[in-house]
C-alpha cells in the first residue's frame, strides 16, 4: 500500500522514481480504508533529504498512510526554503486539536547544548506531553531520542570524548519484542552524535525496557513499558552516502573529524561506502508500524 503525500512535495517524484508506491489525495480519496495518520516532527536543518529519508523507509508496508510534516513554530531553518515550509509544513499548533496513530520526533544538531538552551525547548516539550493524549505511539531519533528519554523519564545525556561516528555493530537484548522481529541476532546501524545515554541508567528506569545495544555505541533502542514510546540513538534511516557528506562537509569546515568507522572499504574514503545496515532499518520502521501502530491504535482517534 502507498503513502499519501502531496504530488508537490519533492519526496513524491524522488520516491516514485525509485518505484515506490505513493499517491496524492485525489486517487486516495476513492480508497475504502482509513490511512494511518503519522506526524513527523523533522529538526534536522536539511529537511527535504530527512523527510526523504523517512518517507522511504515507511512505505514499505501493505498500509496506507497519510503524513503530516511539523515544524517548530518558535524556529526559522535556515537551510530549506521557506516557499517548501509553507507549503508542506504545519506548525504545532496548526495540529494540536488533531489525533494520530504515530508520530516521529527527529534529531537535531543541538546535542552539544544543554536541553533547556536549546530555543525551542520549550515549546518541544509541550508537543512531548502532547503526544501522551493525542498520539498512540511516538518513535524518536538520534537527539530526538534523548529529549524524550530526558522529558518522560529522567535520563540524562552524556558528553562523549569525541563524535561518535560511524557504523557500529549491535545486538539484540529482547529478540522476542516485536520491535526486532525477523532481525538477525548482530546488525548494524550508522550513528553521528557527540553525545549518548548511559545503560545502567536505563536499566535503573523502571519505566524503560533496554533493546538493543552496541559495545562501541552503547545504548541503541529503548521503550517505555506500556510500549507507546521508542527511543532510537542512531540512525537506520540514512542513505548510503549521508555520513560521507556528513563528513566532507566537516572537513570542508576545518572541523577535527576522524574517518566514520565501518564505513569505506579498506577504510579509505576515495572508496564510495557500502550501505551495511538497510535491510535492518527497512525492517525497524516496518515492525513499528506494523506491531505499536497499525494493530494497537484504536479505529476511532478519538478514543485514544
Excluded at 522481529?181 to 541508567?201: I, K, L, N, Q
Excluded at 540514512?238 to 566537516?250: A, G, K, Q
Amino acid at each position: 500500500m502507498p503513502l499519501k503525500i502531496p504530488e508537490k512535495l519533492p519526496a513524491y517524484s524522488i520516491l516514485s522514481a525509485e518505484r515506490i508506491f505513493v499517491m496524492d489525495e485525489d486517487r486516495a480519496f476513492h480508497q475504502d480504508i482509513r490511512p494511518l495518520k503519522l506526524a513527523l516532527l523533522n529538526l534536522m536543518p536539511t529537511k527535504i533529504v530527512t523527510e526523504t529519508q523517512l518517507m522511504r523507509k515507511l512505505s514499505n508496508t501493505p498500509l496506507q498512510i497519510e503524513i503530516d510534516l511539523i515544524r517548530i513554530g518558535s524556529h526559522t531553518p535556515k537551510n530549506t526554503s521557506m516557499d517548501h515550509m509553507a507549503a508542506f509544513y504545519k506548525t504545532f499548533e496548526e495540529v494540536a486539536d488533531c489525533r494520530y496513530d504515530g508520530m516521529i520526533i527527529t534529531g537535531a544538531p543541538v546535542e552539544n547544548l544543554d536541553f533547556t538552551d536549546v530555543r525551542y525547548w520549550d515549546e518541544l516539550c509541550a508537543i512531548m506531553e502532547w503526544t501522551r493524549t493525542h498520539v498512540y505511539s511516538t518513535f524518536h531519533i538520534c537527539w530526538g531520542a534523548q529529549a524524550g528519554l530526558y522529558y518522560h523519564h529522567n535520563i540524562p545525556k552524556l558528553p562523549l570524548d569525541k563524535k561518535l561516528f560511524g557504523v557500529f555493530l549491535h545486538t539484540v537484548q529482547e529478540p522476542n519484542e516485536p520491535l526486532f522481529r525477523g532481525f538477525d541476532d548482530r546488525f548494524y546501524v550508522p550513528h553521528s552524535r557527540y553525545t549518548t545515554v548511559a545503560v545502567e541508567d536505563i536499566l535503573s528506569c523502571p519505566t524503560l525496557r533496554l533493546m538493543a545495544i552496541s559495545d562501541e555505541a552503547g545504548v541503541f533502542a529503548c521503550m517505555s513499558t506500556d510500549r507507546r514510546q521508542v527511543f532510537i540513538t542512531g540512525h537506520p534511516e540514512y542513505d548510503t552516502d549521508t555520513l560521507d557528506r556528513e563528513y566532507r562537509r566537516d572537513l570542508d569546515k576545518g572541523l577535527d573529524i576522524d574517518i566514520p568507522k565501518n564505513y569505506y572499504p579498506n577504510n579509505d574514503p576515495t572508496l564510495p561506502p557500502l550501505s551495511t545496515w538497510r535491510s535492518h532499518g527497512e525492517l525497524l520502521y516496518t515492525n513499528w508500524l506494523n506491531y505499536y501502530v497499525y494493530q494497537e491504535t484504536p479505529y476511532d482517534l478519538n478514543q485514544l
